[in-house]
Nanobody, 121 residues
Framework: QVQLVESGGGFVHAGGSLRLSCAAS????????IGWFLQAPGKERVFVVG???????TYYTDPVKGRFSISRSAKNTVNLQMNSLKPEDTAVYYC???????????????WGQGTQVTVSS
């Protein structure tokens, strides 16, 4: 079992930055692939970016390439640095964990409760 807790969401103006963190409990956290998803109001939850258990492999969707950066720390935490934020980035952001090598998928096993990101124009 892995428990995930997101933090770092908030309100920012367009062009600003936020840093989200996903803290995990469980001794095997570092063996899991971690993904970040977003869910905008009235829309389905979609995959945004992910990182392999080793940290060596990452996958960014086109809308966030060059603006978002995902990384793992040694303290059971995965961080998502979000720069040059746009109003269309406004959503609830979830981190999720899964076993296996595939990063870009919706089939994650464990989910956090989400953190709200609001970007004003």
């Amino acid at each position: 079992q892995v428990q995930l807790v997101e933090s770092g969401g908030g309100f920012v103006h367009a062009g600003g930055s936020l840093r989200l963190s996903c803290a995990a409990s469980g001794r095997t956290f570092n063996s899991y692939t971690i993904g970040w998803f977003l869910q905008a109001p009235g829309k389905e939850r979609v995959f945004v970016v992910g990182i392999s258990w080793s940290g060596r492999n990452t996958y960014y969707t086109d809308p966030v390439k060059g603006r978002f950066s995902i990384s793992r720390s040694a303290k059971n935490t995965v961080n998502l640095q979000m720069n040059s934020l746009k109003p269309e980035d406004t959503a609830v952001y979830y981190c999720a964990a899964k076993s296996g090598l595939v990063i870009s998928t919706t089939e994650y096993d464990y989910w956090g409760q989400g953190t709200q990101v609001t970007v004003s124009s």
